[in-house]
């Protein structure tokens, strides 16, 4: 393993529980422009963001730990839905959904604790259904991205609502320029 | 005015105090790897980009405004130094500049409360010494979207750390894609 992989299961824990706290903190009670508004056609709002954080929580990560675990690479991750969230957020308020969040977290990150997981246990493998072999490892890592990549989405999607209020200034301020999520890769199940 | 125009000083002032709670609860207490670990030479650390904002409070946003509202166009502003948390932050801790921050933060959001604005008012304009002329609802909107420009910067500079870590699933994150502060643009003032 090269000296650049920084994974450590104590560290992707920090991540991992405060990233619910800073939402919370960044996005209760804004208003609507900044959480509803997106970035055009096709593309997220920050209320949509927090539904498809949710819904891994439901259906991804420690679901996916528990096949490796159980399974190895015999038996392929399902695949994920990145657009169930359109559904399953209906009806309900951003509030709703941060607190839903926090929960599934919570119960998430306890879980993944009383696995007591090994350092022989974070290099077994398993299937993803369309990246192949992947370690548990490399999973526990991804979740706590995953957290850290739509942070920065959501600061993008917000920054965007003052694309043109900030006049001139745009040049100077780098997430005008992020063009981190676009291209093909953005359709893609993670 | 355009339509795409979006300010409203109300949601303005909406981010400008949520930003520091929010950085507080994703940052206090992370483990080093997070915080003071950069994207290579010439990059910053979270540690840095906190000390950057410091700085802004000090010198920028409510200096700036102040000018505006008693010199017009005639004063320019004073060019904003972007190293000045190099030597500004040494021997600091994050949490104490996390503290510095949220107290100054306070301080401004309370002075431009004060300020009392009315809609001719946010329409004044002012010098930036690259930019030319600006209003001070562009300042103001700028005061905002430079906060989320940060968060998005931080949670980048977080994600970088896990680049290898996550394996193949890197394809799948936006935020390892983000070329938003690349390019000459981020050598300038702000």
Chains 1, 2 share one sequence.
Not at 102 to 120: C, D, E, G
């Amino acid at each position: 393993m090269p000296d650049s992989n920084k994974f450590n299961l104590n560290d992707t824990i920090a991540i991992l529980t405060r990233t619910p706290v800073a939402l919370n903190a960044l996005l209760r009670g804004l208003p609507e422009v900044w959480t509803h508004d997106n970035e055009g056609e096709k593309t997220w709002s920050v209320f949509d963001v927090v539904g498809h954080l949710i819904f891994g929580e439901r259906t991804d990560w420690i679901t996916r730990a528990q096949i490796i675990l159980q399974h190895g690479e015999e038996r392929p991750f399902d695949p994920f839905d990145r657009f169930a969230q359109f559904k399953e957020s209906q009806g309900k308020s951003l509030e709703q959904l941060l607190d839903e969040f926090a929960q599934l977290r919570k119960q998430n990150v306890t879980a993944l604790r009383a696995m007591n997981l090994q350092p022989k246990d974070l290099k077994r493998r398993g299937t993803h259904p369309e990246l192949g072999p992947v370690t548990l490892e490399q999973l526990l890592a991804t979740w706590a991205a995953h957290d850290l990549t739509h942070l920065h989405q959501i600061s993008r999607v917000m920054a965007h609502q003052y694309r043109d209020a900030v006049g001139p200034w745009t040049e100077y301020l780098g997430v005008m320029q992020c063009g981190g999520h676009s291209g093909p890769k953005k359709t893609k199940a993670a």
